[in-house]
């Protein structure tokens, strides 16, 4: 009879008791949740890798918004000069032709204030020997009545016929200076055209239109609207202006 013991009916084997042991209980515990982190971690790595790429995806355009405006400045600045033998005499021909000039815009409705003098030179140099002056003049005409003011640009060579010698300087120009009203406005117009070219773009290539990403603002411009903005002498400035911006925005794409 062997002497290797046997064991009692009913007594659990070593395998069996390790599995009952609390130690392995809890390393199983510990181990299950290990894995069912790294399931968890795994997946939600991967659904930022896909939403950071869908995130990546954005498309650039340019929007552009103009507007007719009509300026609401007129500045008309007047050169005229008077040549002479001595300084004196040159001088009073000068006073002479601004008596002219302001007695000119009085009679077409301008008050006494919208004239001021903006500055005066004085030259000399020598004709066969004999000493010559020549005194310059400025003024410069400033007024929120554009109508008025085209009357007067129409009726400038009336102030030459009167003998005064208008010099290359003089010239009306027209300025719209209510930008920051209209701002606003035509911001939002060229973001609305760059959206509709960001739709465009993303139908021709099976994609939607998302929020905007960034956005920048480019320069307002102020031309003249049917062509050369003139304000120089021998060109005539128009007060019908054309406003003009255009904004680059980043659409993300879904």
Wanted: hydrophobic letters at 40%; aromatic letters at 8%.
């Amino acid at each position: 009879m062997s002497d290797t013991p046997v064991e009692s009916l009913g007594a659990e084997s070593p395998r069996q008791r390790f599995w009952h042991e609390p130690a392995t209980r809890r390393w199983l515990g510990s181990a299950g949740l290990l894995a069912i982190g790294l399931i968890v971690g795994g997946y939600l790595l991967g659904d930022g890798l896909t939403r950071a790429k869908a995130a990546d995806r954005a498309v650039t355009v340019r929007g552009l918004a103009e507007r007719n405006v009509t300026a609401d400045l007129a500045t008309w600045t007047i050169a005229y000069s008077a040549t002479a033998g001595d300084m004196a005499s040159a001088q009073a021909s000068v006073d002479e032709d601004s008596k002219m000039i302001r007695a000119f815009f009085a009679e077409l409705g301008f008050p006494a204030e919208a004239l001021q003098p903006t500055g005066v030179n004085v030259t000399t140099y020598t004709d066969n020997g004999v000493a010559r002056f020549t005194v310059r003049q400025r003024m410069a005409l400033r007024s929120t009545d554009i109508k008025r003011a085209e009357a007067a640009v129409k009726r400038q060579f009336d102030l030459v016929r009167r003998g005064v010698m208008l010099e290359e300087g003089s010239g009306m120009a027209y300025t719209f200076t209510r930008l920051n009203d209209i701002k606003p406005a035509m911001v939002a117009a060229a973001t609305k055209d760059a959206r509709k070219a960001a739709e465009q773009f993303a139908k021709d290539s099976g994609a939607g239109v998302g929020a905007i990403k960034s956005a920048s603002q480019g320069y307002f411009e102020v031309t003249a609207r049917d062509g050369d903005s003139g304000g120089s002498w021998g060109v005539s400035d128009s007060p019908f202006k054309k406003v003009r911006v255009v904004t680059t925005v980043d659409f993300y794409l879904r």
